[in-house]
């Protein structure tokens, strides 16, 4: 399965069970008996019992959100999603031909064991991630050599340039996180990182309880995002697995949980009217697309498409899919503002609404009146009605459409069919770096997208390695996107969580982290 949905302890990633699913029937609380509460301990009410407790055995968000505490990558990401430096001491130093990355640890990091840190544990860690996860593997092909270059250096050689090198490094998903040497197994029995908490204990089905780390060390840069000054003010994190949705929203609301994930949409006028409890949005979560298929069929034609993309009211599918503005947002530009990719390039063509244009394009495409098949699943019910809208604004601009509404497993299968689809309807979590998200940018995914204008606007962009240059160029690859139309980003959408209200200093993130969180009294 591509990376356009992510899975979080088996379930979809963070919010979209909520947004796919009403309120659950059950209003039972989950026992919790055994995890008495005090002011320095926080129960955290999660969506499900992590598949694992490794995050390089699983891309599961729910085991990077948890293990994040324990774990600490090289590399992360601040407010704006700019990369910064965690365990590295700064930047790398990168060659002039950007193939060679040299990487100063920070000294005086401390494992959970009381050892320093050192780089045969950072080497050690990332030839492991480099072996085990998908997208180790995947860049592991462009790794010549990964070396300690003394106690505190680390030297990565590339055979070819990969600017996202270090996006890639700090993603928290399947994260490349560093460990002491001597834990490292497979699988994993002990989980000693660096992190400003450390493991204490796992009950499958009850709890994973995690406590503050002493003798922690860290950055003394101010907290942005996952970077800067992190501080464990709460002694205790117990993560507490509560499939049910309705349970989560009403142990927050009553006081039994101090932080709700992944709630159902509908729970937000409850939250918003406790006295307990807040609503808490993460905006932008992630994004519905809709790739098309320019391999085969009416859509392989860019005037097909662009007539599509014309006729696109993306308001009004959005509103179908969410039902309320404060759930998603408009948003021509792939990345928001702040991101070192942020452009507005394309926005002209953005949602236009033109119903006459494109039926002016359809004209000199001498479309046929093919019907245009959207796969699309009601397993996402904001997918279907997202569907639903877009297939009645075509018709308007003179398109015949047929809806093939299908599950979930199956349109993943038919989507590698040339001959099954023209649209299909999925979504994306949002990911940093460009070329993690959505697959269409690749060779070979679903919609088969090939150009020139394509092959020259990536290589320019893969081939640059200076974080600075880079956003530049991207704003000419989205452009090539709004252009030749391989797929439709429709905007962004939210994910709903709830917190406490004795809860401070909480910041809404993808991956919800509780350092530098305190509870009041």
């Not at 009416?298 to 014309?310: E, G, L």
């Not at 030749?484 to 939210?494: D, L, M, S």
Request: aromatic share 10%; charged share 20%.
């Amino acid at each position: 399965m591509q990376n356009d949905v992510l899975s979080r302890g088996g379930l979809t990633r963070r919010g979209l069970g909520g947004l796919a699913a009403g309120l659950a029937a059950s209003t039972m609380l989950a026992p919790v008996s055994a995890l008495a509460q005090s002011v320095s301990s926080a129960n955290l009410a999660m969506v499900g019992e992590p598949q694992s407790l490794d995050p390089m055995a699983s891309t599961a968000d729910l085991v990077g959100t948890i293990m994040q505490h324990v774990y600490e990558p090289l590399f992360t990401f601040d407010a704006n999603w700019a990369i910064r430096p965690m365990l590295a001491a700064a930047q790398p130093a990168v060659s002039a031909d950007g193939k060679t990355y040299a990487i100063e640890l920070r000294k005086g990091v401390k494992l959970h064991n009381g050892r320093e840190l050192d780089a045969e544990d950072v080497v050690a860690s990332l030839k492991r991630w480099l072996d085990m996860t998908p997208r180790g593997k995947g860049l592991a092909k462009s790794i010549a050599s990964l070396t300690a270059k003394g106690p505190t250096s680390v030297e990565i050689v590339l055979g070819k340039v990969e600017p996202a090198l270090l996006a890639h490094l700090a993603l928290p998903s399947g994260f490349a996180a560093i460990m002491a040497k001597e834990s490292i197994a497979n699988p994993l029995t002990e989980f000693v990182g660096t992190g400003p908490y450390k493991f204490r204990e796992r009950k499958p089905d009850q709890f994973v309880v995690l406590v503050k780390h002493d003798g922690y060390a860290s950055r003394s840069e101010p907290a942005s995002g996952y970077a800067g000054k992190r501080e464990a003010k709460i002694d205790e994190l117990r993560f507490i697995p509560v499939p049910n949705a309705n349970t989560r929203v009403e142990g927050v609301i009553a006081g039994q949980y101090q932080f709700s994930d992944q709630l159902p949409v509908e729970a937000f006028k409850k939250l918003s009217g406790a006295s307990a409890a807040r609503a808490v949005l993460t905006m932008p979560f992630g994004f519905p697309y809709f790739p098309t298929n320019t391999k085969q069929g009416p859509m392989a034609d860019v005037k097909v498409r662009q007539a599509f993309q014309m006729a696109l009211d993306l308001e009004e599918v959005l509103m179908a899919g969410f039902g309320d503005p404060k759930f998603f947002a408009l948003a021509p530009e792939h990345f928001p503002k702040g991101s070192p990719f942020f452009s507005e390039a394309g926005k002209d063509k953005y949602s236009k609404a033109d119903a006459a244009g494109a039926k002016k394009l359809l004209a000199e495409a001498k479309y046929d009146g093919t019907p245009i098949r959207i796969l699309n699943s009601k397993q996402y019910d904001f997918h279907h009605r997202m569907a639903l809208v877009m297939a009645e604004q075509m018709k308007a601009a003179g398109f015949k459409v047929q809806l093939d509404v299908v599950d979930w497993a199956t349109l993943i299968q038919r989507r590698g069919d040339a001959a099954l689809w023209d649209i299909y309807i999925t979504h994306s979590a949002f990911l940093p770096e460009p070329m993690l998200s959505p697959p269409q940018l690749g060779d070979g995914a679903p919609g088969w997208w090939s150009s020139p204008a394509k092959d020259a606007a990536l290589a320019a962009f893969n081939a640059e390695p200076d974080p600075s240059k880079r956003g530049a160029l991207w704003a000419k690859v989205q452009q090539v996107v709004y252009d030749e139309v391989p797929y439709i980003r429709a905007g962004n959408f939210a994910a709903l969580s709830g917190a406490s209200a004795k809860m401070k200093d909480f910041a809404a993130m993808p991956w919800p982290s509780f350092w530098n969180v305190e509870l009041g009294k």
